[in-house]
């Protein structure tokens, strides 16, 4: 039972445009989303985060939307730049008793072309 | 600050054989997590530690087990290990600050079952 899903395995971009990466959950007990990216041999690296009480969250050139209803977020990268190739995982916890156990997507792989 | 630590990077080891993992994290965080990831299922939550005590425990058989000490220091162990448990094991920690918590990872120890 996959709770969070990115359907699409992979994502190419051109340099300068917006990368859109999307994720959808089942469980209507996450209040807490996260985006991490990962490059080959290295750890997650957190990206930006959004609690269940916001529909979106920016930093810099990165925004989280939050779609409650629909049980789905996405990511977006404005504008996007070849360093931001790499794999981009989404991940949602449940509860104060739970936030050290994250439920991780498949990821999606983001390749900007320049 | 220094991040989070993982030993050793990589390893060897043969069927049946047992290993030890060690994770240090960073200076302050209390909650240590460990993750499984391997190309077919992803990035799976084994368990977490708070405080030297189990806080929550993924679906991994008993052969998965681990420790908490009281400067926070993380292992794990693996016994009996199996071709299936070729995988990067990654470490994380977090202040736990409930509702709104990051984690952090280390780069991973890269375990090879031979």
């Known amino acids: ?114 | 600050k220094a991040g989070v630590t993982q030993t050793p990077r990589y390893l060897i080891k043969t069927r049946g054989q047992q290993v030890t993992l060690s994770c240090s994290p960073i200076s302050g965080h209390r909650s240590v997590s460990w993750y499984q990831q391997t190309p077919g299922q992803g990035l799976q939550f084994l368990f977490e530690y708070f405080s030297e005590t189990q806080r929550n425990k993924g679906n991994f058989p008993g052969r998965f087990s681990g420790r908490q000490f009281s400067n926070s220091r993380s292992e794990m162990n693996v016994s009996t290990l199996e071709l299936g448990d070729s995988a990067l094991y990654l470490c994380a920690s977090s202040f736990l600050d409930s509702g709104a918590n990051v984690l952090t990872f280390g780069a991973g120890s890269r375990l090879t079952v031979l």
């Open chain 1, 1 to 114: 039972d996959q709770q969070v899903k990115q359907n699409s395995p992979s994502l190419s971009v051109q340099e300068g445009r917006i990368s859109i990466l999307n994720c959808d959950y089942t469980n209507s007990m996450f209040d807490y989303f996260l985006w991490y990216k990962k490059y080959p041999a290295e750890g997650p690296t957190f990206l930006i985060s959004i609690s269940s009480i916001k529909d979106k969250n920016e930093d810099g050139r990165f925004t989280v939307f939050l779609n409650k209803s629909a049980k789905h977020l996405s990511l977006h990268i404005v504008p996007s730049q070849p360093g931001d190739s790499a794999v981009y995982f989404c991940a949602a916890s449940a509860g104060a008793s739970n936030t050290g156990k994250l439920i991780f997507g498949q990821g999606t792989t983001l390749q900007v072309k320049p």
